[in-house]
């Protein structure tokens, strides 16, 4: 596994925009990384790796989907700690955000790996309802608390992203796979 700079772990975060939304794992209750917990199609970033071919090696590796790194938009970049089952932190990463459209794939077509149990979509609509919530503290439930810390940030702070990436390939027309252009608000890498 490589290391980032100031000994964060470098790992990616790939937002695979299925028909009914977007993809989250279940992760097993024996992971000892969050485990039963949901996150998005993610991994480390192995030695010599790009962070682009980690995100297209973890998407096949975690839904069977193949892509080509020029596929992934690339949103943002941040840094998240990532948490034990237990409670206590694994590690400090640094987090490279990216997105890929395949709305011509359904949550049934997406073969689970080992270390997940389930699969399902999440609309970006949810995704608001669940930040919101969390920020108006409406009950003593934290939605947020279904997700991985790395990914509950992005329901947070990246819903925005994820958004304007789905609205602009809307706009382009374009079905089934992306282009490797940018929209406005997201920044590079």
Known sequence: MAESDGGMVPLVIVALRLREGFLYLVRSLKDELEGGKLNMVSGHVN????????GVRELHEESGIVAKPEE???LARFSAKVMHTDGHCAENAMLDLFFINRRDTTVADIELSEEHVGKRAIS??????????????ESRRKPLALFTTPDATIIRKYTGCLEDAENHL??????GHNRSRTPKRMTAV
């Open 47 to 54: 030695k010599f790796e790009t962070v682009h071919e980690a």
């Open 72 to 74: 992934l938009v690339h």
């Open 124 to 137: 970006i609509r949810a995704m608001k309802r669940f930040a919101l919530s969390e920020s108006l503290r």
């Open 170 to 175: 809307s706009s382009m027309k374009i079905s």
